[in-house]
């Protein structure tokens, strides 16, 4: 398996641009997550899906921020208008169940390193 | 809320010297503990993990008991090699919760 899959790897943007991060699950998990990682605030879920459904949009910033799953093999997460105060690593991982008392393993993909100037 | 707190970076050791990274946490049920290690640019993997009290997580040397008593899971490795240069996070899923809690993360280097 290839693992998650995320593109581009690396994205640098000037403030105000719309910026579109995408990600490809692990074949046959059900639940993919997006996580932002920056040194102040360490590494924050942002929003999880569940067969494409969104489950927990909680820790997404603001309306900005927006995330999509159109079928069980694709998701991204959109920001718009970009701001300098959103550079970060945007790590997407995926599961295949999650659960009381039962720990399913998430696995991350590499990351998109986002600069906005 | 749940939360955990690990121990604060960078750490600089020497090959073949013993690694103790610390980390404690809150919780307000029955958490699932873990350590992930992320190696250069690289995703978080999975590296060991303990699911109740008294359990010892353990993988690649390195080893991590969940402490009740002392809300701790401390990472250890007896010798640690330049190939375990990574930042290594310690985490948390409290029972009925759906998401990972995440430290800040320690930045471990190995120098030969």
């Known amino acids: 398996d290839a693992g998650v899959i995320q593109s581009p790897r690396h994205e640098v943007t000037e403030m105000g641009q719309e910026v579109t991060l995408r990600c490809k699950p692990i074949s046959g998990h059900d639940y993919l997550f997006w996580y932002r990682q920056t040194m102040m605030r360490g590494l924050e879920l942002l929003i999880y899906?569940?067969?494409?459904?969104?489950?927990?949009d909680s820790g997404m910033p603001e309306d900005r921020f927006s995330a999509k799953m159109p079928n069980a093999s694709f998701s991204t997460l959109k920001i718009q208008p970009s701001e300098p105060r959103d550079s970060a690593v945007y790590f997407c991982?995926?599961?295949?169940?999650?659960?009381?008392?039962?720990?399913?393993?998430?696995?991350f993909g590499p990351g998109t390193r986002l600069t906005v100037t | 809320g749940d939360s955990v707190t690990q121990m604060e970076g960078p750490v600089t050791l020497s090959e073949e010297a013993f690694l103790t990274i610390n980390c404690t946490y809150t919780?307000?049920?029955?958490?699932?503990l873990f350590w992930y290690v992320q190696y250069p640019g690289e995703g978080l993997q999975l590296l060991l993990k303990?699911?109740?009290?008294?359990d010892k997580g353990s993988n690649k040397g390195f080893e991590a008991t969940y402490r009740k008593e002392t809300t701790s899971f401390h990472l250890e490795k007896g010798s640690v090699q330049v190939s375990d240069s990574a930042v290594y996070f310690c985490?948390?899923?409290?029972?009925?919760?759906?998401?990972?809690?995440f430290g800040t993360g320690t930045r471990l280097t190995v120098i030969p």
């Open positions: 303990a699911t109740k009290a008294d």
């Open positions: 899906f569940n067969n494409n459904v969104p489950i927990d």
């Open positions: 985490a948390l899923s409290d029972s009925g919760a759906n998401n990972l809690f």
């Open positions: 991982a995926s599961s295949l169940g999650i659960g009381q008392g039962v720990f399913y393993e998430q696995y």
């Open positions: 919780a307000t049920g029955y958490p699932s």
